[in-house]
């Protein structure tokens, strides 16, 4: 094998190739209808694809259709045998006339497709998973999101193992084959991308249910999974009906199809999938009760089904032109599953728990050597920008077009696009374009989020002096590999002034466009002196905020602000300013005014218990590092022990009577029953940080008495970082209960894989050749390694084993599934960023995955950014 990577001065492997945004050219060919025969079974595929292909626009080019580890076994063009080449994996046919009709037929081993792309075999069952670039796994096709086509598939199967025949749209005939097989057809009238193709093969039973949409059609729905796992299937497809509702209510959009299947897979690389008309889910957003799934199971599963659903018009009826448009699909379906789930929930709570999975996961990446915009430049491997910069910070664009054109402005321009782009695979700029021609406003600078990346820093100040106040605000983006001085941005901020003793809007909420590098705003007859400045309200814009508030306004900020969101920031704030001096070295631990907001915010009965519980977590240690220039994980992790430790001592009564509440009902699951076993876990957390003992004893009641996997997994949760009989015997009787439970023993590997203990790195390298753990499945490996890997003083153990230990488990993940195995490599890229000891070891920890053989073009090219 050639390896560049060996010698720096060698050009890259073929295969490692970049592919740039300013390349692309319109398809040569377009492939109107793809007709398919697939003869099924565990370990032979044998499929048959026939391709009317048309000619776009004149020109001599031959016809590529593209492979993956593909070889044809017959070619044929108008029904004749004709001559091919292959050039690497991809098949080029030379063509004379204007339109043809391409026949191959391929076979491969559904059972030996370990990356899970493409069709494989999972648990009985054989499915497909395309997007991005597997429909080339099943056969020769352009595979490219700008060539869109109807199909119609007829599946082949023995009818024993697989008695239930899925495929995208509607079946339309079936019958009985010879030797026990049978067959069913199925046609899509709706032209799409080969990514959405999709087939399922399986002894499956359904829960069935149905939705009339709003003009009054009936449509089919179906949840399918194992006969066994039925009776979990119930939320899901409530969950469906809801958003199908949903979307014709705020989006006024309806199903298209007589028919919607889902169907659960234990096998999958991510969360679930789009297909139309047949959504394949990882099992995990599927099956749920309230003895093996957690409220926040519950919700993620709902989010989930929205977001899938919610693809039928924002990704299928209109969809990317090319890849670097993923956001225009990804962005916007997060935000409208957002919005979804903020309206079936506490609103304020879920755009706090959202924001967090922001700073947590996307600021990291956007200031760490992986950083790239919303709509990329470049790539190598695709599958490697299903980030949550493309997927969150995406979301967060759209959401910040709302803020600026308003509901109204913003719903006639998703009208618009959905009615000028039906049919269409086209760009981010035609979404922008929608809502500008729709509103009138001129979006030209907010562009700039789209292609420039890094979060912007932003600087805000309040002079007050006499009757009015004057708002600086100022902005810094930061450089990012490949970008550097960027122009300023357009930055919608939504602000108040405040009374500090009453919490009233002195200056009424409105929404200030920051759009120059440095910016005032004067505001005129102030009812009060000294007023307190409330800004990025809601989180109306994905950044760094930095204000010279003091304790004090912070303090009054979390007690009487009117805007939910800006409370808990400021709850935040206090706590960074509790910590990071003592990080530094600067002082010793000051809870005081942490433990007065707290106690205050507790005791504020105009608060739900879903938000006060949001209110009194103590920032992650990785959030708290993300404050820092240099980090030191055994610092931050001492600091953050000893505020937790400062809050549950300072407030043991209030905790405990509060803790002490009746709690709702086992199977309740209404946002107050929710909110309040919440609410629940975090007290008794901050109940043990303060006292350990009491914590175990308290904790392993909870677990006994457990109603529900949430109180369950909350007393776990606290256990499992204490030390006492209690972890063990609760950890042993949680394994013996759910060993069979592949969904919930992910569970036992992730808490253990969490706690902060100093044998926790010991216990991650014994979970690592536990019997029940296994690279194969996805779930498994990332319910251990991903979570490790996020147990920031674990993890960064000085001894560097927390590298080794995920080095090894890359390089050998990455043999059988590249695209998961390059998921787990970020971590290692923050190397910068760490104490120069670590910084060092985090280095060749990823040296050695660079250096291993035959390293996948995922992995790679993750391997590579993060080094530099
Ligand atoms: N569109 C899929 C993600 C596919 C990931 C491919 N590597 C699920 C989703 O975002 O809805
Ligand atoms: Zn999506």
């Not at 674990?794 to 995920?806: I, M, T």
């Amino acid at each position: 094998m050639t390896d560049s990577r060996m010698n720096p001065e060698a050009p890259p492997t073929p295969d490692h190739v970049t592919i740039y945004a300013k390349d692309y050219e319109p398809p040569k060919w377009w492939v109107r209808h793809v007709d398919l025969d697939c003869d099924l079974s565990a370990d032979k595929a044998r499929i048959r694809a026939t391709l009317n292909v048309e000619k776009n626009g004149s020109h001599d080019r031959p016809l590529v259709l593209a492979g993956d580890g593909l070889k044809p076994l017959t070619v044929q063009v108008d029904g004749a045998d004709a001559q091919w080449t292959l050039e690497g994996d991809n098949l080029l046919i030379e063509l004379s006339g204007e339109a043809h009709e391409i026949a191959t037929t391929v076979e491969f081993d559904p059972s030996a497709n370990s990356q899970l792309m493409g069709l494989y075999a999972s648990g009985g069952l054989l499915c497909t998973q395309c997007e991005s670039e597997g429909f080339r796994r099943i056969t020769f096709h352009p595979d490219r999101p700008d060539v869109l086509s109807t199909y119609s598939v007829t599946m082949h199967a023995d009818a024993k193992a697989y008695p239930i025949l899925l495929a995208n749209g509607n079946k339309v005939s079936e019958g009985i084959g010879e030797d026990g097989r049978h067959w069913a057809r199925w046609e899509d009238p709706f032209p799409k991308p080969s990514y959405l193709f999709a087939m399922v093969a399986g002894d499956l039973s359904a829960n069935s249910g149905a939705f009339t949409t709003m003009s009054g059609r009936e449509v089919e729905l179906n949840i399918w999974v194992r006969e066994k796992d039925l009776p979990l299937t119930h939320h899901a497809l409530q969950a469906l009906k809801d958003s199908m509702k949903w979307d014709e209510e705020v989006y006024g959009r309806e199903y298209d199809l007589d028919l919607f299947n889902i169907v659960a897979v234990d096998d999958f690389n991510f969360g679930a999938m789009e297909n139309k008309g047949l959504n394949i889910f990882n099992s995990r957003y599927v099956l749920a009760d309230s003895e093996t799934a957690t409220d926040q199971d519950f919700d993620a599963i709902a989010g989930v089904v929205a977001h899938e659903y919610f693809h039928n018009w924002s990704g299928n009826r209109v969809t990317c032109r090319d890849w670097f448009q993923l956001s225009l699909k990804e962005g916007f379906t997060v935000f409208r599953d957002q919005c979804f789930s903020q309206d079936h929930n506490s609103e304020a709570v879920k755009r706090i728990e959202d924001v967090r999975l922001l700073r947590a996961i996307q600021f990291p990446e956007d200031s760490g050597p992986l950083a790239h915009p919303v709509r990329p430049d470049s790539y190598i491997e695709i599958s490697n920008f299903y980030t949550a910069t493309v997927y969150n910070k995406g979301a967060e664009l759209i959401r910040m077009m709302r803020t600026i054109l308003g509901e109204k402005d913003f719903r006639k321009g998703s009208d618009l696009y959905f009615e000028r782009h039906d049919g269409q695979a086209v760009t981010c700029e035609d979404f922008v374009k929608a809502m500008e021609d729709a509103s009138g406003k001129d979006l030209a600078q907010f562009r700039l989020w789209y292609s420039q990346a890094g979060t912007p820093t932003v600087r805000a100040h309040v002079d007050a002096s006499g009757s009015g106040a004057v708002l600086k605000l100022q902005q810094d983006i930061p450089d990012t590999p490949g970008q550097k001085d960027k122009q300023p941005m357009a930055i919608p901020l939504k602000m108040a002034l405040l009374s500090r003793q009453s919490g009233a809007e002195l200056v009424e909420e409105r929404t200030v466009m920051l759009g120059e590098a440095e910016q005032t705003v004067t505001f005129e007859d102030i009812a009060e002196a000294d007023p307190i400045l409330s800004i990025n309200r809601d989180f109306s814009a994905p950044i760094i905020l930095e204000s010279d508030r003091d304790d004090e306004e912070l303090a009054a900020l979390a007690r009487v602000d009117g805007n939910a969101f800006a409370r808990y920031e400021a709850l935040q704030e206090l706590n960074l300013r509790a910590l990071l001096p003592v990080i530094r070295g600067e002082t010793v631990m000051d809870a005081s005014k942490v433990i007065a907001a707290f106690d205050a915010t507790l005791s504020d009965e105009r608060l739900d218990d879903a938000f006060k519980a949001e209110a009194i977590m103590i920032p992650s240690e990785a959030m708290i590092g993300e404050k820092l220039a240099t980090i030191d994980p055994d610092k931050v992790h001492a600091a953050r022990q000893a505020l937790g430790h400062e809050v549950g001592k300072g407030l043991t009564e209030k905790l405990e009577q509060m803790y002490g509440r009746e709690r709702p009902a086992g199977d309740d699951l209404s946002v107050a029953a929710k909110g309040q076993r919440a609410l629940s876990n975090q007290l008794l957390g901050l109940i043990a940080s303060g006292d350990p003992a009491k914590g175990a004893r308290l904790a392993k009641a909870q677990y006994d008495g457990a109603r529900n996997m949430t109180e369950r997994q909350g007393a776990l949760t606290v256990l499992v970082s204490l030390d006492g009989a209690e972890r063990g015997a609760a950890l042993e009787d949680f394994y013996n209960r759910f060993k069979d439970q592949g969904l919930v023993l992910d569970k036992w590997f992730g808490l253990q894989a969490r706690a902060e203990r100093d044998d926790t790195m010991d216990a991650v390298e014994k979970l690592a050749e536990h019997p029940d753990f296994t690279l194969k499945n996805p779930n498994r490996l990332r319910a251990l390694l991903v979570n490790f890997a996020s147990n920031q003083w674990v993890f960064h153990h000085a001894s560097g084993r927390g590298y080794d230990l995920l080095a090894r488990m890359v390089i050998e993940a990455d043999k059988l599934n590249p695209q998961v195995a390059a998921r787990l490599v970020p971590p290692l890229g923050r190397w910068r960023r760490y104490t120069d000891a670590r910084a060092k070891l985090m280095r060749a920890a990823l040296q050695r995955i660079e250096q291993a053989d035959g390293l996948s073009k995922d992995v790679f090219e993750q391997v590579s950014k993060s080094l530099g």
